[in-house]
């Protein structure tokens, strides 16, 4: 298979105010090293930013939203492991906590097997019932289809929940609440704030 292919991580939180935010920093990629945010405002609009055109047609293609802008996004890990991410309106603040049971055994797959699609497919198929309750994940699927119709795949190499606070045009979002169901693809992020290690790939059309 012809595969693109996404390397980094990808954190999401949600908040008091209705506010979804899931942002992804990509270390390598077809477009080179980027990052991108997912906003389900409290009204419900989904909404990309996104930092180049090339980016935004890219996400738009595959993702589902409602609007979309171009703006210089930066998320950014400083010496403490505070993640800072600055994206047009959004300002969050996140920092991982320690890794607990379920991210060690998450870690156990040697990375050659984890990133076979056909490994992730049977993850996704017999194992994802099984540890989707330690991660407060139900709606998570490791495999699917983008909006395009191309097949997808999550290699999750790391998970780990977090803390989190952030403000929309300097108003204070409250506290960290469930994430809910955001409706961007065929997967949903973990209940909990987290911090993802992750492998995307996304088949060539």
Sequence with gaps: MDL????????GTSFASGDTIVAGRWRSSPFGPFADVMWRRSDGVRT???PTEDVRTFVMGHYAFDA?????????????????VDAGPID??????PLD???????????WVRERPAWIAIEDVALRPLVAPLFGADGVHVRGRTRTGAREWY????????????????TDLGETATLEAAGFGFTEFPS???IVRVTSLIERL
């Design 92 to 97: 969050l603040r996140v920092r991982a906590e």
């Design 48 to 50: 990309l930013l996104a």
């Design 4 to 11: 693109l292919r996404f390397d980094g991580h990808i954190l």
């Design 192 to 194: 909990r704030s987290s």
């Design 155 to 170: 290699a999750i190499h790391d998970v780990r929940a977090a803390a989190a606070t952030g403000a929309i045009d300097g």
């Design 68 to 84: 979309a802008s171009r703006v210089p996004v930066r998320v950014e890990r400083d010496r403490t492991g505070l993640v800072r």
């Design 101 to 111: 049971l379920a991210g060690r055994l998450i870690r156990l797959r040697p990375r």
